[in-house]
């Protein structure tokens, strides 16, 4: 068989995978903080177009994907399979090794998945100018890069440690036409909160989406878009593990191990969720999420309601979490500091159908240096937690078995975090469960 894997282009999924029908418990609903009752569409409408809250509440198993969505996917979709075979002989393992290699899109990582198809719904109506929030900027690179294809204006609030730490990630969202504003800014009445109370703050994930949220609701013409979390973003991201289950089938393999990093949720979750049939049905698939030691919310948080934001401006949503109010340590992987995780992905680890593991970040850039060293291509610092628990996994399984981890995104605008690394100067960091104990009580007292 050949070491990568190709799907045809007329294979190309039409339709994503809607998770809610086949959970095994209900996913609980978002709630109005003010009430304690679920939101409804309408109430989301100042911030989502019509199409995204109908597909984030949808009962529907398989939601077809319009043609002008398919059509912008066609410039790097299907994307390849690859057997990693020079990492198996540097491991000595008896196992199969695969990466579905999602960095071959234009915004170098698996964020267009979502962004393509929301930048259509807003486009379809009449919105003129979105905003958003990035972390690392692979979000932010993929919304500029959809918006530009749809014509459509685009507004970035990028984490500020990660603005600093990545400065070709921000020239990238520039050349597609995009303003960016280091987070916390100057732009929102939540960022100069922020800043009059601390000047030097580095900014967080909940931060950013709170001046995104901000920006959207108070312009007429401005909705926003979300990067990770919420159910319309997972869905969009099932068309890679659909691709993998069709690429699994042409090596006349199945997958034992599924492994992602995660931050909001949105690749594990696109890489496992179309497995989940499977794995109910008795097959032993192990979902394994790998998440950073610096913001440990599935190994660590607590599965309860709380913000979205900082700013508690969104709904409230169960998830695993550390508190709206946690500001996570600065680490280099900036798309996994996020407080919380996608409902979706947290139903499953209450369910105990997920295996999450924790590292530290100076673990993970070593075996994103081993994997580049085997197999020649230089992961994002997220990306090298999927890796770390991938070599992990592989090290414990057995002849025969096969390991599949999702490659959601390359490390070239990120050579400032190798540069640190290389020259040691990267911390690790653990908070203290006195330090997560004190997050927590920021979030709202609510039953459920």
Known sequence: ?????????????????????????????PLDPATGKPVSPEQLAPIFPMGIIAQEMSPERMIEIPEPVLDIYRLYRPTPLVRARRLEKALGVKCKIYYKDESRSPAGSHKPNTAIPQAYYNKLEGVKRLATETGAGQWGTAL???????????????????????????????????????SPSEMTQVGRSVLASDPDCQGSLGLAISEAVEDAATHEDTKYALGSVLNHVVLHQTIVGQEVKSQLAIAGDKPDYL???????????????????????????????????????????????????????????KMHTLGHGYMPAPIHAGGLRYHGDAPLVCNLMAEGLIDARAYYQNDCFEAALLFQATEGFLPAPETSHAIKAAIEVAKQAEAGQNVVFLYSGHGLLDLAS???????????????????????????????
């Open 1 to 29: 068989m050949d070491t990568k894997i190709m799907l045809p282009e007329s294979e190309m999924p039409k339709h994503w995978y809607n998770a809610l029908p086949d959970l095994p418990t209900p996913l609980a609903p």
């Open 144 to 182: 500029s890069f959809a918006s530009k294809m749809f014509g459509l204006e685009c507004t970035v609030y990028m984490v500020k440690v990660s603005y600093n730490q990545k400065p070709y990630r921000r020239i990238l969202i520039q050349s597609y036409g995009s303003q960016i504003y280091a």
């Open 259 to 317: 492994v992602g990093c995660v931050g909001g949720g949105s690749n594990f979750g696109g890489l496992v969720l179309p497995f989940l049939p499977e794995k109910l049905a008795g097959e032993k698939i192990t979902f394994v999420a790998a998440e950073p030691k610096a913001c440990p919310t599935l190994t660590r948080g607590q599965y309860r309601y709380d913000y979205g934001d900082v700013a508690r401006l969104t709904p409230l949503l």
């Open 418 to 448: 190798y540069d640190a690394y290389l020259h040691g100067n990267l911390t690790d960091f653990e908070h203290s469960q006195e330090e997560i104990d004190e997050a927590l009580k920021t979030c709202p007292t609510i039953e459920g």
